[in-house]
């Protein structure tokens, strides 16, 4: 909850005279006591703003740490991202791969039912080469990249960087 602000409302400098040898000696004192303590009043709200100026930098310093923190949780939150879905483009690689070995065995598997002319032994030998074929081809993972150890390098413009880019654009 905010404080109230008191604000003491100090006198204009048209209220002060101009000249003070027009003035009587009593008249001269009151004005005189009037802007010093006017001043005094000046001096300590300066102060006390001050302090809060100060205080309000505290603070301010405290919410940047707070936000630079909050940033570097959210780069780190959005490369593991990045990464996830690396992996599960790796998956789903892995998967049509298994899928399309899985279903040249059962072609192979549906050709031979069909040929009648085929010996019992060449069903078998036809059989187990497609078998063969699924055991020897394995399920082939894509080779992952490194990850880029600067997340801002394709902003840059140097050569290498662009060659990199190109290259990296070239391979997958």
Same mark, same amino acid.
């Given at each position: 909850?905010?404080?109230?602000?008191?604000?003491?409302?100090?006198?204009?400098?048209?209220?002060?005279?101009?000249?003070?040898?027009?003035?009587?000696?009593?008249?001269?004192?009151?004005?005189?006591?009037?802007?010093?303590?006017?001043?005094?009043?000046?001096?300590?709200?300066?102060?006390?703003? $001050?302090? !809060?100026?100060?205080?309000?930098?505290?603070? &301010? =310093?405290?919410?940047?740490?707070?936000?630079?923190? %909050?940033? +570097?949780?959210?780069?780190?939150?959005?490369?593991?991202?990045?990464?996830?879905?690396?992996?599960?483009?790796?998956?789903?690689?892995?998967?049509?791969?298994?899928?399309?070995?899985?279903?040249?065995?059962?072609?192979?598997?549906? $050709?031979? !039912?069909?040929?009648?002319?085929?010996?019992? &032994? =060449?069903?078998?030998?036809?059989?187990?080469?497609? %078998?063969? +074929?699924?055991?020897?081809?394995?399920?082939?993972?894509?080779?992952?990249?490194?990850?880029?150890?600067?997340?801002?390098?394709?902003?840059?413009?140097?050569?290498?960087?662009?060659?990199?880019?190109?290259?990296?654009?070239?391979?997958?």
């Amino acid at each position: 909850m905010p404080k109230s602000v008191n604000l003491r409302t100090y006198p204009p400098t048209s209220y002060f005279p101009p000249q003070p040898s027009q003035l009587e000696r009593h008249e001269l004192e009151q004005v005189y006591l009037d802007l010093r303590q006017n001043y005094k009043g000046l001096s300590i709200s300066r102060g006390q703003f $001050a302090g !809060k100026v100060q205080a309000l930098r505290q603070q &301010l =310093e405290v919410q940047e740490q707070q936000l630079a923190h %909050v940033m +570097q949780t959210l780069a780190r939150v959005a490369q593991e991202k990045q990464e996830l879905y690396a992996v599960l483009d790796e998956l789903e690689a892995v998967n049509r791969s298994q899928k399309a070995l899985i279903d040249e065995v059962k072609d192979e598997f549906e $050709a031979i !039912k069909e040929d009648k002319s085929l010996s019992l &032994l =060449e069903r078998f030998n036809r059989l187990a080469r497609a %078998v063969y +074929q699924l055991l020897t081809k394995g399920i082939t993972i894509p080779e992952r990249q490194p990850p880029d150890p600067d997340p801002n390098a394709w902003t840059r413009e140097d050569p290498a960087s662009v060659n990199r880019a190109i290259l990296n654009e070239f391979n997958r």
